[in-house]
Every structure is written in C-alpha cells, then in structure tokens.
C-alpha cells in the first residue's frame, strides 16, 4: 500500500459546526504532516507528528487540533472555524525528515 | 524569515516546446524536493536533490541544484499535455527537520 487515504473527500460545515478530518496511511512512515492549501497557493505547514508525537506546530489557531492516536492515524479536530479557514487540507506522510513526502488527495473544506 | 520563489508565475507553451521554472532560495538548503500538483489534485513527489551542483533526469526532465544550494531548476524537454499542472520546489526551513517550505510554485498551460 503506497497511498494516504484522506476522509472526507469534501466538507461544508457552518461556524458552530464540530467535525474532524481523517488520515491513514500503512506505509510504515513515522512523520506525518498537515498542511492547508488555499487556491493558486503552495500548500502551508499547519503541523508535524513525528513517532506519533507532536514535533511542530506552526502557530496554528487553537480552532484546529490534531491528533496522532497511532502511528497509522492522523486526525484534525475542527471547531468554531471561519469562513476563511475554507480550503484544501492535505496530510502527508514520509519516512523522516529529508525524505519525500507522500500526500493523500485533500480534504476540500468550505466553512459557511 | 526563510523565502523560497519561483520564476515564472505562470507558463503557457506549445506542446512539444521545452519549458524550465527556477527556485531560488533566501537561505542555503540542504536539500531540495520537487512536486507536481495536476488541477484539481494534490502535489506528488517528483525528485529530491541533495549534492552541490547535482543533476538529475526523469526521462524528460531535468533537475539541477545549484553550486551554492541556494537554487535549483526544472527543466522539461518536448512537453505534452500530460505536463500541464503547477510544479513546486520545497526546501527544508532547518536542516534536519520536517519543516520543508514549499515554493510559490509554477503554474504549466501546453497548448495542443
């Protein structure tokens, strides 16, 4: 299995609206990423897990949380979002650092 | 803070003409990925380059890092239609960790 499987593929949810993102892969990775990415933008670093563990969070607003229950697992815990916070979310996976990543296809997220 | 920038924004070329996009960097790298991301998709890995002056082919393309690591190019030879999508240079904030910046990125038209 050489794929990162995100859910769901598209998300509307309104500004009082709980959800959450999720992300698997079974490669075998130990360093897995979020990243946000607005159109005609490159894709932004919201967080790192690396060995399941919070390694970098790139001052992202308490609104999104992650979480890593397992090393296969990635979820983003959605809550209270704006309408500018509409965009494609992305994980990622890679072995560890200096290595290339592999994404899933995106969460396509609009916040009404 | 750190910069990574791509020239040109934007290309449209005639299939079967050749097409380069830049990636300069603010900072020294360690090493440099590249990424295609097809419209409507997400970004997948092409290369990483990680020596000095090191060159690299893909059947049609061509990656080079530049002798001071503070650059790097793409080059492809006879596009076709399948080329088209935008290609992202990315570069790790910090040697030895999972902070990779991605490029503003270049976005390819082929005209048939």
């Known amino acids: 299995d050489t794929e990162v499987t995100q859910t769901p593929k598209h998300l509307v949810m309104g500004m009082t609206n709980k959800k959450s993102l999720k992300c698997e892969q079974h490669?075998?990775?130990?360093?897995m990423y979020w990243y946000k990415q607005k159109a005609k933008k490159p894709p932004e670093l919201m967080f790192v897990?690396?060995?399941?563990?919070?390694?970098i969070n790139e001052s992202v607003p308490s609104r999104f949380s992650p979480e890593c229950p397992n090393s296969s697992l990635l979820n983003l815990h959605l809550h209270a979002l704006q309408p500018e916070d509409s965009a494609l979310y992305l994980c990622?996976?890679?072995?560890?650092?200096?290595?290339?990543?592999?994404f899933g296809s995106g969460t396509r997220l609009t916040v009404v | 803070g750190q910069q990574v920038m791509q020239i040109p924004q934007y290309q449209h070329v005639q299939e079967g003409e050749d097409f380069t996009t830049y990636c300069n960097s603010s900072?020294?790298?360690?090493?440099i990925q590249w990424y295609k991301q097809r419209p409507g998709g997400h970004p997948v890995f092409l290369i990483q380059?990680?020596?000095?002056?090191e060159v690299k082919k893909q059947k049609r393309l061509t990656f080079q890092f530049g002798e001071a690591k503070k650059n790097s190019s793409l080059h492809i030879t006879a596009t076709q239609t399948t080329d088209v999508g935008t290609y992202f240079c990315?570069?790790?904030?910090?040697?030895?960790?999972?902070?990779?910046?991605f490029g503003t990125g270049t976005r390819l038209k082929v005209l048939a």
């Open positions: 990622a996976s890679s072995q560890r650092d200096n290595y290339g990543y592999t």
């Open positions: 490669m075998g990775h130990r360093a």
């Open positions: 897990y690396s060995y399941e563990k919070l390694s």
């Open positions: 900072t020294t790298l360690s090493n």
């Open positions: 380059l990680v020596k000095s002056g």
């Open positions: 990315a570069g790790p904030k910090d040697a030895g960790t999972y902070k990779y910046i």
